[in-house]
């Protein structure tokens, strides 16, 4: 059996695991474990078929004609969509266990069978669109993925929230979709096919190619959440089960990034202002991701923002790869495009750990409010450490996975500065930009484990606990991940560079040296060490702690009985980085009315709402609403004055004939 044809299997299985349970009694759970173990199934296939592909003779491709008028079945594995397949079926079926003891069938009857109909056919649909050598079939697929993930977001469709995110995430694929049937149509007037992602012919017209890169950039950038297209996302995020939002934002989001790495690699030599569009893109991503993050109350929407954080650090890697392509300089494709590559995996990685530790968090408190929790880290220390390392990771600090990816974009932007023959030293100005979302970084996730497990709880939550092994152990496996990655990321660097030679073949042999910019080994001694050093500080803090409490009566300072409504909340935590960020992020406050002395209860109430989606587009969508209402005198339902308006009409066609 051929690798492709082994990877078809894993598809099938996959998108057809959500049948059974469809037929098979609702509050039995008889359907869910056999969806899981589909899945489950599905990916193993395909993870199969991902290792075959490293033995040379193997066939790649599979293409079939069909009845349809345009296009073929073409299906293609190359080095570079491995890297996109990894996560899809990774976390398809680690989230699938997580819903066993989330979303379990026997409490949630009327749901859980759609919702495991839905994953399947998301997941199938994700690794089609990857593994699509064919326009059609590619967007066959990316509706599918659309709908399913529509369905998804709209699970507790009970909820008003839920139902407003998922149209608002309907209606924005749909504007995305539009924009890459734009795209396919100009790309077969240009190629003569729908045969996907050949390198452009050299005569092609610059027009041609500017509408491709726009058209392209704006349809999976949407998809991606990309700023300022990302006003689906943190809706969408917040209000789908946590192990929706995990595989949203772990491997959806990356669907959208491998298309627009597609996109940016048609030309052989494009413009540089298609890299500086892409850098100057994710620098505003990465900044106003982070620093939205930073001001948000509920904990997912929290980490719906720090996603578009890392779709902003993705992107930057990406631009920097594509300025090396237009410069000719090999040094930044290699590491912009290896560090891009590395932080999809990673990224892939942290942020479903971190949606599945809100979703245990969840779980056990029933409410998603920052402020009103604390001091679950007693009741729930597993949690507590498998998020504090997804949170480590996130923040790109030593020795865990997130560090080594952006060192390498870093690296490469250091490397722009040191070009003097090329005239764009200032790219390295995206340097300070990273290192500024680093920082933002770890204030919010500082805020996000101090203020959720820290401290004293702030409400009693009597049922809080540790969740089942079903929960725990995908967090379990993917905080084990971000741990050897960060240890040994050297075992990714052969795929890394088969990914990066892909994308840029006229590298040749030049792909090799991504190992040779920062060697892997000496990077691994270091983390070990870093490693070291911290679970010994850990053990000594621990021992001393245990030595030096006693019980006693808290120091007064002007009050002798301090209750958790007088802890510091983190909504005050991060109000000065949200204030000095005012100018962008426009915080709503609402200040007390104190008319006198002894004055009524009043309340403080501080809130960052999405600039965008929240101020400017839900705003306007209003007023058009408004005005088609008062447009509808219009239609008054009489056929005469329907047949007036044809004769009106009529006579102004031809009036102007």
Known sequence: MTVVRLLFLALGTTAFSGVPSLFLPRRSRAGQYTAVALVTLGSALAF????????????????????????????????????????????????????????????????????????????????????????????????????????????????????????????????????????????????????????????????????????????????????????WLPGAHSNAPSHVSAIFSGVLLKVGIYGLLRVAGLQAHPPVWCGVTLLAVGVCSGLFGISFSAGQRDLKRLLAYSSIENIGIITMGIGLAVLGKSLDRPAWIILGLGGALLHVLNHG??????????????????????????????????????????????????????????????????????????????????????????????????????????????????????????????????????????????????TLQRGVAAWSPSLGNAGNALSANIPPLRYSMIALALLALAALIACIAF??????????????????????????????????????????????????KIPQIFSPASRFQYDVPDAIMDRGLMPALRRIEQGMWRARFFQGGSIQLYLLYFMGILALLLFLS
């Open 543 to 592: 021992k001393r702690r245990a030595a030096a409490v006693r019980p006693g009566v808290t120091w007064d300072c002007g009050y002798a009985r301090p209750t958790a409504r007088m802890e510091y909340t983190g909504t005050s935590f991060a109000q000065m980085p949200v204030e000095l960020l005012a100018w962008i992020l426009l915080p709503l406050k609402r200040l007390p």
């Open 48 to 231: 199969a078929a991902l290792i075959l592909s490293q033995f040379p003779n193997q066939s790649l491709s599979l293409v079939r004609t069909w009845a349809i008028p345009w296009g073929q079945f073409a299906i293609a594995l190359d080095n570079l969509s491995l890297i996109f397949l990894i996560p899809i079926f990774l976390i398809s079926a680690l989230g699938a266990i997580y819903g066993l003891g989330y979303w379990p069938q026997n409490r949630n009857p009327a749901t859980a069978p759609r919702l495991q109909l839905c994953w399947g056919l998301m997941a199938a649909a994700m690794a089609t669109v990857v593994l699509a050598r064919d326009g059609v079939l590619l967007m066959m697929a990316w509706e599918i993925m659309a709908i399913a993930a529509f369905f998804l977001v709209a699970t507790e469709e009970d909820q008003a929230d839920a139902r407003s995110a998922a149209w608002a995430f309907l209606a924005a694929s749909h504007f995305g979709t539009l924009c890459l049937f734009g795209f396919f149509a100009l790309l077969k007037t240009a190629t003569g096919s729908f045969d996907l992602w050949k390198t452009l012919p050299d005569g092609i017209s610059p027009h041609l190619a500017t509408a491709l890169f726009v058209l392209g950039t704006v349809g999976f950038g949407l998809k991606a959440g990309l700023m300022p297209l990302h006003v």
């Open 349 to 494: 990685l942290f942020k479903p750990l971190l949606f599945m530790g809100a979703g245990s968090v969840i779980h056990a408190t029933g409410t998603r409010q920052i402020d009103r929790l604390g001091g679950l880290g007693k009741s729930m220390p597993g949690t507590l450490v498998l998020f504090a390392i997804g949170a480590v990771a996130i923040c790109g600090l030593p020795p865990l996975n997130g560090f080594f990816s952006e060192l390498l974009i870093y690296l490469g932007l250091f490397g722009t500065a040191a070009d003097k023959a090329t005239g764009w030293s200032w790219i390295a100005l995206a340097a300070p930009a990273l290192a500024m979302i680093g920082a933002m970084a770890v204030v919010t996730f500082v805020k996000l484990v101090g203020f959720v497990f820290l401290g004293n709880p702030r409400n009693d939550y009597p049922h809080a606990h540790d969740p089942a092994t079903a929960m725990r152990l995908p967090m379990m496996v993917l905080a084990g991940l971000c741990i050897i990655i960060g240890v040994a990321p050297g075992l990714l660097m052969g």
